[in-house]
């Protein structure tokens, strides 16, 4: 069993991973670290059904959705033979604290940094804490945080700075500052397993349930005057709640979009398959198409 995620060792989708495979999976699963997003989803899509899972960031507080790992998901899922009963899915996820550290090679003098590298999403969560701490620095975007870590090890100079986790300066024997670097307190991730529909994971033990959601993705929604508001009525009516609400571009023209929604169904019988199903009769009727991305427990990391 193979769990792959966004590497190198010592990320935050690393130690999420790890968390994952304990929790959710098998503790026996091996971890395997690609260096991009595609890479990861593009190893378990292509995977035989049971042999492996993925362990991807799909939310953060501050920064919002992960587009490319939504994007790749809904792709994979619009290809399936059938659309309501696609190969993969995200079966489970996961909300864990994020909290990211400035990581230096042992006397580096603040004022001297001239470079801070990371990953863009985690360079975007510090942007106003880098600015107090290290006020001549530029920032530079790596493939991920343990690459970062990585780079400042190799350096000569001390000169530079990456963010990343406490566990990828352990790694590369460097110092870090004790004080998390992120914006505002409550920095968490909510990171999503995905494997192939149908897939029963363990209760796990160490984390707290939180949610039951179905995470959709509508295509062709009537682009006039209350066509956007004709699709959400349509679950109003079927009593969902909806969670999320998000819009992107289809690609091919400005004014076309698809719009990913999460929804409540916590507490429904047959996690709200019978509503869902109601609401994807009604779209059709309309020329909109519903994508199931996953009807999954949400738990949280107490940690």
């Known amino acids: 069993m193979r769990l792959y995620y966004l590497g190198p060792e010592g990320t ?3 130690e999420a991973s790890a968390l994952a495979a304990q929790q959710l ?44 790992v939504w994007d790749e998901v809904m792709r994979a899922c619009s290809m399936a033979p059938s659309q309501a009963s696609p190969t993969w899915g995200i079966l489970a996820a996961v909300t ?21 590298l990371s990953h863009p999403q985690a360079l975007a969560q510090c942007a106003q804490t880098l600015k107090a701490r290290y006020p001549n620095a530029v920032p530079s975007t790596v493939s991920s945080t343990a690459e ?17 986790s ?48 179905a995470s ?11 066509g956007l508001v004709g699709a959400l009525q349509a679950f109003a009516a079927a009593n969902l709640n909806l969670t999320r609400l998000e819009s992107r571009p289809v690609g091919d023209q400005l004014g076309h979009y698809v719009y990913y929604l999460d929804v409540s169904v916590a507490g429904l019988c047959d996690e709200g398959q019978l509503s869902l199903q109601h609401v994807v009769e009604e779209l059709a009727t309309h020329g909109t198409d519903v994508i199931s991305l996953g009807v999954y427990p949400v738990y949280r990391n107490p940690g």
């Open 12 to 14: 935050h989708s690393h």
């Open 25 to 68: 999976i098998l503790a026996s699963a091996e971890l395997c670290p690609l260096p991009t997003f595609s890479d990861v989803l593009a190893a378990c899509f292509a995977s035989p059904p049971g042999e492996a899972f993925a362990c991807v960031p799909i939310e953060n507080s501050i920064q919002g959705s992960v587009w490319q």
């Open 96 to 116: 864990q604290p994020i909290h990211q550290f400035a990581i230096y090679q042992e006397g580096t003098d603040p004022l001297q940094v001239t470079t801070v």
């Open 148 to 164: 970062a870590v990585r780079q400042v090890a190799m350096q000569p100079a001390k000169s530079a700075v990456a963010i990343g």
């Open 166 to 213: 406490r566990r990828a300066a352990a790694v590369y024997g460097l110092a870090y500052d004790e004080a998390p670097l992120e914006d505002h307190q409550g920095n968490v991730t909510r990171f999503a397993v995905i494997g192939p529909r149908g897939a029963s994971l363990p209760k796990p033990t160490a984390l707290e349930w939180t949610d039951e959601t």
């Open 216 to 226: 959709l993705c509508l295509r062709g929604v009537p682009h006039r005057p209350g």
